[in-house]
């Protein structure tokens, strides 16, 4: 089981800049460009851009942010966490600077420049909004500010996307936005995850972790989208989910993209897609995701968690300012005190693991969480196993660092979906406590394969030993070619299709590796 302690780390994004070339993900710098239009070849129905035209179009190299400033240089966000194609959406600003302006990028390989500018907007009056509300009974920080740009993305390609707020000072500050897909049919899901990203916010002093006086019991019990993230204004997503973004499509896989969030009001875009890749930090989930999700794979979609900690808290999404679904609720351990105790009990905010309604997120993913902090090397366990065909990784190789800073193992009497196949068994000791983390793989009966990590780091693991984002935990180049390739058989075979079609099945081998 999970240690007592609530709390985990953010782990938080450092300020240096991308210095080093990585050649897990061909990344590079180049000469900088203007923005492009849109990619001639890039429709496919009206109002549906979608994003394999894009391979082919220029990317911006300046896409990154130059000077952050003080938090109240510049800040916003968005009234929705996604779009469709051609949807309008509110930007909600406040700066000290006179003016600012906006960039979108989305985020992709276009060549090694990782991004391109879709659009800009010209220059707009500047303004310092009023601080944050409080309200009471759950700590809940809202901005609550006026839309100061409505932003019409007609033209804009699905895909993950930085908005960057530019003031006349210089300084700049980011805010994620997904243009959603809403066909998935024989695609790659990519699912991101901004009710996790919301659940760390701690921008107007609070989050689901701490309150403004820092401490755990004067944290919310709910948090709002109506408010910016904090730090440069997209942490989560650019260590924990950018370079899978930018990985996927460099290797020309059908893709499409959506949130938890989206997934959670409607399954549509799960339905006849042939993989959903759950990122590195993915934790908090409604059960109307969670059911969605297993429909999808017990209907034959592929699932591929690759982080740690997935599905372990379940949340409700309920109403903000102004539209349905910019709360998310979670009660933790003052789960007695959720509206919804004794009346409701599977809607009750807590550990999926936990009373009432217990139903440990293993049954999903195969793996249980246990706990942080942790930093320990990588054990392959199954060289032979067709995920890490061409790494040159031999059985009882370590990779330093990449288990971290949360792990995920097999945890015997944990509920799972079927025979398991450990591939990679890793001695780690957390607390004082020796343990292990696991990566495993099952098919479902309906032909899906699924894998999980067990480690949050794997994502960052694309990155290692390239100095971007100011910290990668010391994993180092071959630690990078070796996530970078197995990830790639990952996708490639998922993307296929059910993987007990195109891939040789598990072996169960459970009792063997915990009885030995």
């Known amino acids: 089981m999970a240690p007592a302690r609530d709390t985990t780390p ?17 990344l590079g710098t180049a000469a900088a460009c203007t923005a492009a239009p849109p990619h001639p070849h890039s429709t496919t129905a009206p109002g549906r851009l979608r994003p394999e035209a ?65 659009w800009a907007s010209g220059r707009i009056p500047g303004r310092a909004q009023p601080a944050p509300r409080l309200l009471g009974a759950t700590r809940t920080v809202r901005a609550d500010w006026p839309v100061t740009l409505p932003v019409d993305t007609s033209g804009w390609p699905e ?67 109506d408010r910016p993230y904090d730090g440069e204004g997209a942490e989560k997503f650019q260590v924990y989910e950018w370079a899978l973004v930018v990985l996927a499509e460099r290797l020309g ?70 539209a349905d679904d910019r709360t998310v609720v979670c009660y933790k351990t003052a789960y007695r005190a959720d509206p919804c105790y004794g009346s409701r009990p599977a809607l009750v905010t807590t550990d999926y693991r936990l009373p009432p309604a217990a139903d440990p997120e293993s049954s999903l993913t195969g ?18 196993h067709w995920l890490y065909e061409g790494t040159g990784a031999r059985s009882g190789d370590a990779f330093a660092h990449l288990v971290g800073v949360e792990y995920d193992r097999i945890t015997p009497g944990a509920p799972t979906p079927g025979p398991l196949e450990i591939t990679a068994h890793s001695p780690l000791v957390c607390n004082a406590r020796p343990s292990h983390s696991d990566s495993a793989y099952y098919s479902a ?26 910290r990668d935990h010391g994993m180092d180049a071959r630690t990078r070619a070796f996530v970078t390739r197995t ?7 998922f993307a296929k299709g059910p993987a007990a079609r195109h891939a040789p099945p598990p072996r169960a081998n459970v009792r063997t590796v915990y009885e030995t």
Request: proline residues 4%; positive net charge; contains cysteine.
């Open 54 to 118: 894009e391979q082919d179009a220029p990317g911006t190299a300046d896409w990154r942010l130059a000077s952050p400033g003080p938090p109240d240089a510049v800040a916003g966000y968005t009234d929705r966490v996604s779009v469709t194609p051609g949807e309008a959406f509110g930007l909600h600003v406040s700066t000290t600077a006179a003016a600012f302006r906006v960039s979108a990028f989305r985020v992709g390989w276009y060549g090694g420049k990782q991004a391109r500018r879709i």
């Open 487 to 493: 990830t790639e058989n990952l996708l490639r075979t």
């Open 159 to 225: 895909g993950a996307y930085l908005l960057r707020l530019e003031a006349d000072t210089g300084h700049q500050r980011y805010v994620p936005l997904i243009v959603r897909s809403t066909d998935g049919t024989g695609r790659t899901v990519l699912l991101h995850a901004p009710a996790t990203w919301q659940a760390y916010n701690r921008w107007g002093g609070s989050s689901l972790y701490n309150g403004a006086s820092g401490a755990y019991a004067t944290r919310s019990l709910a948090v709002s989208f």
């Open 253 to 322: 896989i059908p893709l499409a993209y959506t949130t938890g969030v989206d997934v959670h009001r409607d399954p549509a875009v799960l339905r006849g897609a042939h993989a959903v890749v759950c990122l590195g930090h993915d934790e908090y989930w409604t059960p109307e995701q969670r059911a969605h999700v297993t429909a999808a794979r017990d209907a034959g979609t592929n699932f591929a968690f690759l982080g740690a900690n997935t599905c372990f808290r379940r949340v409700r999404l309920e109403a903000g300012e102004g």
């Open 445 to 470: 009966s309906s032909g899906a394969g699924v894998f999980a990590t067990g480690t949050m780091r794997w994502v960052e693991g694309l990155l290692a030993g390239t100095g971007m984002y100011g």
């Open 367 to 384: 793996v249980l969480y246990e706990g942080y902090p942790v930093d320990a090397p990588y054990v392959v366990r199954a060289a032979d």
């Open 10 to 26: 953010s782990d938080g994004l450092g300020r240096r800049r991308f210095l080093i070339l990585s050649a897990g993900l061909g």
